[in-house]
T-cell receptor
């Protein structure tokens, strides 16, 4: 059973702090990794994609990938109350394939 | 405006009824997907389709059926055989570029069985 694991949280951080969200996956053949943000009652929104080891930065978001450790993370700098949401980690389990496995998500609360 | 639309937003079903959820995309994406999300849980794949007139079962296909007669449309039927259909249903689409599969989601349909 291919799996994607996340800490369910809630993770609570003060406004302006760095929020760190983590994800591990079981399939060593995975090639594509994604972070989605989902507000309560809404559908997931793609915020980051990462395909190679290292860091990828986009505004306040940084995704980090370590394929040897089967670990992917998302850092949110200068966290804002509007960042309060559930963050889903997703992994393509086969190179070029269409199936994606989603983690159950980590709930983030940013306190004003 | 490019995007994915789902209808209806809310749907109520009596036990024993079949219902069909609509999903349309104008992004010219080849692949389309249906997921189910239960409270506090991740997304589980029901069916997916890579090309017109072809689709594959996901992890929880029992009690569901789909069709893909047009590239833009991928309707999902929840049949009376689905034992616990109350959930949030999400449709997504993607195009495959260099082995990457970024999926974009519609707004979802919330189905409740009365």
């Amino acid at each position: 059973q291919k799996e994607v694991e996340q800490n369910s949280g809630p993770l609570s951080v003060p406004e302006g702090a760095i929020a760190s969200l983590n994800c591990t996956y079981s399939d060593r053949g995975s090639q594509s990794f994604f972070w989605y943000r989902q507000y309560s009652g809404k559908s997931p929104e793609l915020i980051m994609s990462i395909y190679s080891n290292g860091d990828k930065e986009d505004g306040r978001f940084t995704a980090q990938l370590n394929k040897a450790s089967q670990y992917v993370s998302l850092l949110i700098r200068d966290s804002q109350p509007s960042d309060s949401a559930t963050y889903l980690c997703a992994v393509n389990i086969v190179p070029g394939g269409f199936k994606t496995i989603f983690g159950a998500g980590t709930r983030l609360f940013v306190k004003a | 405006d490019g995007g994915i639309t789902q209808s209806p937003k809310y749907l109520f079903r009596k036990e024993g009824q079949n219902v069909t959820l609509s999903c349309e995309q104008n992004l010219n994406h080849d692949a389309m997907y249906w997921y189910r999300q239960d409270p506090g849980q991740g997304l589980r794949l029901i069916y997916y389709s890579q090309i017109v007139n072809d689709f594959q079962k996901g992890d929880i296909a029992e009690g569901y059926s789909v069709s893909r007669e047009k590239k833009e449309s991928f309707p999902l039927t929840v049949t009376s055989a689905q034992k616990n259909p109350t959930a949030f249903y999400l449709c997504a689409s993607s195009r495959l570029v260099l082995g990457r599969n970024e999926q974009f989601f519609g707004p979802g349909t919330r189905l409740t069985v009365l």
